[in-house]
């Protein structure tokens, strides 16, 4: 099953190392890594997609939350929550292909960057599934240049916020 964990993580050298090196360790792939800072200059969010059971998930769960740099831990995929992506994409295109190329990015509502037809550059942020239909039928149209996305990132829904996550829920190990 596929699950999107967030991770409040110390901003420590090194701790982001440890904490994907549990799941390396493990043989369990991550898909997708977000990483950004908090409103807390020491605190880094860190968001995981990796495809596991949710045993497997509990179990890396509990040992990240030993982890003395990790702050906080939620699957959010336990519960309601929004989740999206963002992607950049650049591509050469011929003149008879400008037309197409607009109305896809309207249809999708991204936004146009770059309008040169050997750049043309468009910003998208969407859910992935979103994400990965906009970039299949914009790379039919044109030849790719460039393909850069964000990771997933997410936030759960209602008034459960990860920083007061151990508030509700007390971390086990």
């Not at 549990?22 to 409103?39: C, H, K, M, Q």
């Amino acid at each position: 099953m596929r699950h999107v964990i967030s991770v409040l993580l110390q901003n420590e050298v090194g701790a982001l190392t440890r904490m994907t090196g549990l799941f390396s360790t493990r043989g369990y792939n991550i898909e997708t890594l977000n990483v950004a800072p908090t409103d807390d200059p020491l605190v880094s969010r860190v968001t995981l997609v990796v495809d596991a059971s949710d045993a497997a998930i509990a179990q890396l769960n509990t040992q990240l939350a030993k982890l003395v740099d990790v702050v906080n831990i939620h699957d959010m995929t336990l519960g309601e929550h929004f989740e999206y992506e963002m992607v950049i994409v650049k591509i050469k295109l011929k003149a008879d292909d400008y037309q197409k190329v607009t109305k896809l990015a309207k249809t999708f509502g991204a936004t146009v960057l770059d309008d040169s037809l050997v750049s043309f550059t468009i910003e998208l942020a969407g859910k992935a599934i979103e994400v990965d239909q906009f970039v299949s039928t914009i790379a039919a149209i044109g030849e790719l240049s460039a393909v850069a996305r964000s990771g997933s990132v997410a936030v759960s829904k209602g008034e459960i916020a990860l920083s007061s996550y151990a508030t509700h829920h007390k971390l086990t190990g």
